[in-house]
Nanobody
Framework: QVHLVETGGGLVQPGGSLRLSCVAS????????MGWFRQAPGKRREFVGAVNLSGRNPTYANSVKGRFTISRDNAKGTMYLQLSSLKPEDTAVYYCTAANEFYTVAGGTSNYWGQGTQVTVSS
């Protein structure tokens, strides 16, 4: 059973930056593909990005490509999401997810999800 906890959300002005963290426990982190999703009010949960076991060449949604960066530290059992050049439309609850298979993470079909952390972009 994998347990995921996200932290780092908050209120930020347009153009600002935040770094989210997702700490995983209960599993072997280095064997887990990891990903981020987000859900804005009244909208469906959407894919943000995902990273494989090595952390190389993460995959991103077009809406965040070039502005968001995913990384992972296998020694710390933690995945990060660096959010830059934030826009009001990035406002959402951000969730991390994990699975043994990358396609399960990227497809949003894993059984393992964190509780989410709120990111609000507003002036």
């Amino acid at each position: 059973q994998v347990h995921l906890v996200e932290t780092g959300g908050g209120l930020v002005q347009p153009g600002g930056s935040l770094r989210l963290s997702c700490v995983a426990s209960g599993g072997t982190f280095s064997r887990l593909a990891m990903g981020w999703f987000r859900q804005a009010p009244g909208k469906r949960r959407e894919f943000v990005g995902a990273v494989n076991l090595s952390g190389r060449n993460p995959t991103y949604a077009n809406s965040v490509k070039g502005r968001f960066t995913i990384s992972r530290d296998n020694a710390k059992g933690t995945m990060y999401l660096q959010l830059s050049s934030l826009k009001p439309e990035d406002t959402a609850v951000y969730y991390c997810t994990a699975a043994n298979e990358f396609y399960t993470v990227a497809g949003g079909t894993s059984n393992y999800w964190g509780q989410g952390t709120q990111v609000t972009v507003s002036s």
